[in-house]
């Protein structure tokens, strides 16, 4: 009796851990997540949206060779290698639109290759 016990108090342990760490993580903001790929000659998605002081994070990957991820406005400029997710982060604390750009030169149509973020004015309560 005494060994069920403990293996009871045991199991009982382990599945409260995951509503734990849930419980915790609610009091941190949500981070918004974006999956992008960089390509001749665009980001897919090109446009993407925040909501002022939103945490996010956008993981980028290059599918045919190297480029750049530049968004400026935020003082982010990120080198993309061919393959090689590369993880940028960032509070979006300033309201606007803003435009990100490739930022190592891919070809003739390196210029045109950019998009767009768009951080929509946190609501007064
Ligand atoms: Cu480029």
């Not at 790929?37 to 002081?53: D, E, H, S």
């Amino acid at each position: 009796m005494k060994i069920s016990s403990k293996v009871l108090m045991a199991t009982l342990a382990v599945s409260l851990l995951p509503a734990m760490a849930c419980a915790q993580g609610q009091e941190k903001p949500p981070v918004k997540v974006i999956h992008m790929t960089a390509q001749r000659y665009k980001f897919t998605p090109n446009v993407i949206t925040a909501i002022q002081g939103q945490r996010v994070r956008i993981i980028i990957t290059a599918l045919d060779r190297k480029h750049g991820f530049k968004l400026a406005a935020y003082h982010i400029n990120q080198v993309l290698l061919k393959g090689d997710p590369a993880t940028i982060e960032f509070t979006a604390a300033k309201a606007g639109t803003f435009t990100f750009r490739c930022s190592v030169f891919c070809g003739m149509g390196h210029l045109r290759m950019k998009g767009k973020l768009i951080v929509k004015p946190a609501k007064k309560p």
